[in-house]
């Protein structure tokens, strides 16, 4: 095949795509609304959640913890 | 240079196809009947008009509530309409939210997401402030409150001070 063919079978294919890409996998935020519904939270149980984060917090203190800063005791 | 020229044509059909489906400032508003059948909307001619989209799972769309409320009671009587559009799937969701809210200005239900389709709100609440010719004249995204309160007094002040 031709360069020139090449060019424009991209040229057209990709605008055709993207614009499936928009309709079809796009939630529109309009749309998210059993998104926001709690079942859909990442932890139904916030006390459960706090304390793992809290325990490993505690055990990965000497890296970091969950947060970007390093170093310290772990005692907490 | 024909290299070139494909990557422009593709740059430009991708920023158009991400842009679709958002109205933006300066864009003429439609006819809000046609695009809410059987709501029940006013004649909007010649008023300044605040459509705001809000969901009841949205947080912020719950605080401006009261923002709206006093909008409506102080400029009302000079020109302004504030239409509440509610995209809840669940009519039921939709009544029990704008019960418990008490809104004193007008609220709507886009089932078929007809409005919503057209103004193609980027987040959620979204509001589109029309002047009196019915062109949108600003795009309000989310909600700041008294932030967003203030720019709201300024910019409705100044519309309606224009003359139609």
């Known amino acids: ?76 | 240079m024909k290299t070139i020229l494909t990557v422009f044509t593709l740059a430009c059909s991708t920023l158009l196809s991400s842009a679709a489906g958002s109205a933006k400032a300066g864009q003429a508003m439609p006819k809000l009947p046609q695009l809410l059948p059987g709501a029940g909307v006013p004649n909007t001619s010649g008023k300044v008009v605040l459509v705001d989209f809000w969901a009841s799972w949205c947080g912020p769309c719950k605080a401006s509530f009261p923002c709206l409320n006093r909008l409506h009671e102080k400029y009302a009587s000079k020109g302004l309409v504030i239409i509440g559009v509610g995209v809840d799937d669940d009519a039921a969701k939709y009544k029990a939210f704008a019960g418990k809210m008490g809104a004193k200005f007008l609220i709507v239900h886009d089932s078929s997401h007809k409005a919503a389709e057209f103004f193609g709100p980027s987040t959620m609440p979204s509001s589109y402030l029309v002047d009196r010719k019915g062109v949108i004249h600003s795009v309000h995204t989310g909600f700041r409150g008294a932030k967003t309160e203030a720019e709201y007094v300024t910019e409705i002040e100044a519309l309606l001070a224009a003359k139609p």
């Open chain 1, 1 to 76: 095949m031709k360069r020139p063919a090449i060019f424009v079978i991209i040229a057209i294919a990709y605008p055709l795509l993207s614009a499936c890409s928009d309709s079809l996998v796009r939630v529109k935020p309009y749309e998210r609304g059993n998104l926001a519904r709690p079942v859909m939270a990442e932890s139904l149980d916030p006390l459960l959640q706090a304390m793992t984060e809290h325990g490993y917090f505690s055990r990965e203190a000497s890296s970091g913890g969950g947060g970007v800063g390093g170093g310290g005791c772990g005692c907490n």
